[in-house]
């Protein structure tokens, strides 16, 4: 098997965090109702309910990037 170095496995957990942290923000403005996430889907022509949909898929998928085992779902 394959050792990477240890470079790569940090640099890996630091982007996967970064992302997860993007992901958690981008949640937090659909779920806060933000004016322009509203705008947004109102012009994409999406229901309301549909914004706090994708907010929860964006959480969960925070969550599984967190987790190592889980990594790749996220």
């Keep these: ?30 779920f806060f109702g933000m004016p ?9 022509g999406y229901p309301t309910w549909f914004m706090f949909l994708i907010g929860f898929l964006e959480v969960a998928a925070a969550g599984l990037l967190i987790f190592l085992p889980s990594r790749l779902l996220g």
């Excluded at 098997?1 to 659909?30: C, D, Q, Y």
């Excluded at 322009?36 to 994409?44: A, G, H, L, P, S």
């Design 1 to 30: 098997m394959n050792e990477h170095p240890p470079l790569f496995i940090f640099a890996r957990h630091v982007v996967s965090w970064l992302v997860a942290t993007l992901f958690g923000l981008s949640a937090a403005m659909k």
């Design 36 to 44: 322009i996430q509203v705008q947004r889907f109102q012009e994409w």
